[in-house]
């Protein structure tokens, strides 16, 4: 063979390696990528469209980081007091900070900048919102059943941190809404008992406004709170490929087996179509929805508030536990306790600390130490369901009053009327939502246990040879029955007879007791209809 390389005429490549296979070689050697890829590429992936919801999470947070990196190149997180003389001339000549002034110029004057500002804050509102959703899908299923405790408690983390770094970037810009929610937040802190007053003072830098505010919020909205959450988002997914998907009910699919498409290179190539759609929108909503246009409040002033001020829909559901608050006040021992201010202020922490916990209290309550990997269907987990139901009308309920103003000037409504229907319906309207959508579950389990026996109904009417008229009904198939009776129906825990054959009495502690009656309410007859046994469809379809 003439020349000097010789050619590999099956692959009719060069005996020499390449140099991209050269350094996948090199890579391969430190880091061991060959035997991780070829453990995971392969992965297989359930397809539904409600796992989207977590990828609509993961882009938008993506989004954010590309545009908030933009916007920190242009804006100073200054509060020195400047006289604006710049292309918005409505406000020339008005008193203003550093920070406030740089907001106008990346609006005005920085080429994109409206545009970037306005994708950053609709792609943090669709951020928050798809974790709510997406951890609303998670609950009604019971997706966070074992082995994903903790990947439950790092997505609630990700949705509370995403609350607060709303909140702290929100309030950069230094306008006027802004610093009315930080008024807001700084009454909040001062109704805390004994160290409320230095809380204040050490975030603020002294009395309110302060100087320090801005300057000390802007590294933790960018670098701080982001780097935290992109630590849990990795951490997350890492623990999504370790526990593989969770999958709804169907044939093929049990507790050790997943039916759907390969992660590399179907789910891969959708994911990564998917990610520029929510892209596109996001697009799409910054450049024809306007949102949170400063300029038109003017910059802050602690003599100043807007008309209808509001905070974005994440904190309307604390904004509402205070302003239906009765304004009660106690003097203890020459203190002020403003409990109308901080009564509110510890709840909200403390029914989102609920929603984190709850994993293991289902846990405890059920005693169920199997792994999960099959979602419920709502409906044969009522008791569940009906909790989920009566946290999003608490939350819709506390959503009203954090805009009672708003409600009773759109609606011409008395702001007084608005304020006692929210007080009252804090406590009636969750217990209605659980009793009814537990009733609906258990209707919609009747309906299914009915369609197993009988069949689906056709809506062909037969007269029969006495005269008689019945509606034919087609019978499920063998894949529409296993869907509709494959989940379990455990019974309660039980605490036993309290005496022991040997006549003597056992110990039965509170948290048993406690643990018993949990058990009953969730797992009880009154929770469930019993599933059709084999002998009962045998019976039905032998014409018996």
Known sequence: MNGARSVNTATGRGSSPGRGEKLADWADGRLGLYSLAKANMRKVFPDHWSFMLGEVCL?????????????????????VEVVYDGSYTPLNGIVMTRAFESTLEI??????????????????????????????????????????????VFGWTLLLLGVITGLTGYSLPDDLLSGTGLRFAQGAILSVPIVGTYLAFFLFGGEFPGHDIISRLFPIHVLLLPGIMLGLVVAHLILVFYHKHTQYPGPGRDQKSVVGMPFLPVYMAKAGGFFFLVFGALAMLGGLAQINPVWAFGPYRADLVTTGAQPDWYLGFSEGLIRVMPGWEIDLGGHTLV?????????????????????????????????HHILDRPRNAPVRTGLGVAWLTLYVV???????????????????????????????APVLAFVVTKRICLGLQRRDREKVLHGRETGTIKRLPHGKYIEVHEPLTQAQRHTLTQHEQPPPYEIGPR????GVRRRVTVSQRVRARLARAMLGPDSHIPKPTPEEYREITRGH
Not at 59 to 79: A, D, K, N, R, W
Not at 343 to 371: H, S
Request: proline fraction near 4%.
């Open 59 to 79: 882009y938008s947070f993506l989004v954010l980081i590309l545009t908030g990196v933009y916007l920190t190149l242009f804006f100073e997180p200054s509060s």
């Open 107 to 152: 609006s005005f004057d920085v080429r994109g900048g409206l545009l970037i500002r306005q994708i950053h804050h609709w792609a943090a509102l669709v951020f928050v919102a798809g974790m709510l959703v997406h951890m609303m899908r998670v609950f009604f299923t019971g997706a966070y059943r074992k082995p994903r405790e903790i990947n439950w």
């Open 339 to 371: 409990l109308g201010v901080f009564i509110p202020f510890a709840l909200f922490p403390l029914i989102l600390a609920a929603i984190g916990v709850y994993p293991f209290i289902e846990a405890w309550i059920t005693g169920d130490k199997r792994e």
């Open 398 to 428: 506390c959503l009203i009053g954090g805009g009672n103003d708003i409600v009773a000037t759109h609606l011409h409504l008395s702001i007084n009327a608005i304020t006692w229907f929210v007080r009252i319906a804090f406590f009636v």
């Open 499 to 502: 005496v022991d054959a040997n």
